[in-house]
């Protein structure tokens, strides 16, 4: 067998790997926000605030995107989606539905792959294999001020590897049923927060709960989709996905409101 002289050198593919994925670890070092998990909340979450400008990570344990979505309802592929969220399925990501009597019908996998461009494109970063373990905090304990993170393969191990920080003005915790950070939160800050853990399913009335109460739980730290039913004993709803997407909305909402007001604080504590 002939061996192309001129394919490229193992230290060409070594060297380019090291440089840019290093710098994509500088450049994520320190962010506005960190949101922690790629399901379908974290993701659009991401977008939102990355369309608005917002510079936006999120650390996913896994190795791809998607969270809950891919394994639809009893890994039948196929999820739903409530009729209003018509206009943002199309106009913000570009998903493709079949309008059923009462819900739209959306492919799990089309699902994942476009809330991940849309997020990607609007200018947001995502951090693969990667597990949030602590939070970082103030000196009083009493805002989180980033995340802890290591590889998931390094944790899956057991090995003792110490993480790496990443600073942001605001986490969220996008972490499905587990609400992993905020438990994390609960027992290392200065405040009181409880995880109460999910109620029973009554799809009825999940979607709008689960928007509502996705909000700021501590100053620094928010929670958006299951995460937040887990929080606050909400009832889940099952493989419907438009109550994520628009928690992920309001989330980012809020916090584009939120970094105004920070911004605008300085600027006045500046001038004065
Ligand atoms: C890094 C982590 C960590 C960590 C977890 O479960 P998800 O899909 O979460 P949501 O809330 O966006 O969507 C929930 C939806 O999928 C669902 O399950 C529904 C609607 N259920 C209703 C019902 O009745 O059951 O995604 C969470 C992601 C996952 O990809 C995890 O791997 C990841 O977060 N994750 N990533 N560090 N510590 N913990």
């Not at 200018?123 to 693969?128: E, I, M, P, S, V």
């Amino acid at each position: 067998m002939e061996i192309d002289l001129k394919g490229i050198p193992e230290r060409v593919i070594t060297q380019t790997i090291i440089k840019h994925g290093l710098n994509k670890l500088l450049d994520i070092s320190c962010v506005d926000v960190v949101i922690v998990g790629a399901g379908p909340s974290g993701m659009a979450c991401a977008y939102y605030l990355a369309k608005h400008g917002i510079k936006t990570l999120v650390i996913e344990r896994r190795l791809s995107f998607g969270g809950g979505i891919g394994g639809g309802g009893m890994l039948i592929p196929a999820v739903v989606v409530q009729k209003k969220l018509r206009d943002i399925l199309e106009k913000d990501f570009g998903i493709r539905y079949i309008e059923d009597e009462h819900v739209l019908v959306v492919d799990p996998a089309e699902l994942i792959a476009k809330l991940a461009t849309a997020a990607i494109n609007a200018g947001a970063k995502f951090l693969l294999g990667a597990t949030v373990e602590d939070i970082l905090t103030d000196k009083e304990r009493k805002r989180v001020t980033g995340v802890v993170v290591n590889w998931t393969a390094v944790t899956m191990a057991n090995l003792w590897v110490d993480p790496l920080f990443i600073r942001a003005h605001v986490v969220v915790d996008a972490t499905g049923h587990e609400a992993s950070v905020v438990r994390i939160a609960a027992k290392k800050l200065n405040a009181k927060i409880e995880v109460l853990g999910e109620g029973p399913a009554v799809p009825e009335v999940a979607d709008d709960l689960v928007v509502k109460y996705s909000r700021k739980v501590v100053p620094g730290l928010y929670t958006t989709g299951m995460a937040t039913a887990a929080v606050y004993k909400l009832p889940r709803m099952g493989p419907i996905f438009g109550g994520m997407i628009l928690s992920g909305k309001k989330v980012a909402e809020d916090i584009i409101r939120e970094l105004k007001e920070q911004k605008e604080e300085a600027r006045t504590e500046l001038t004065a």
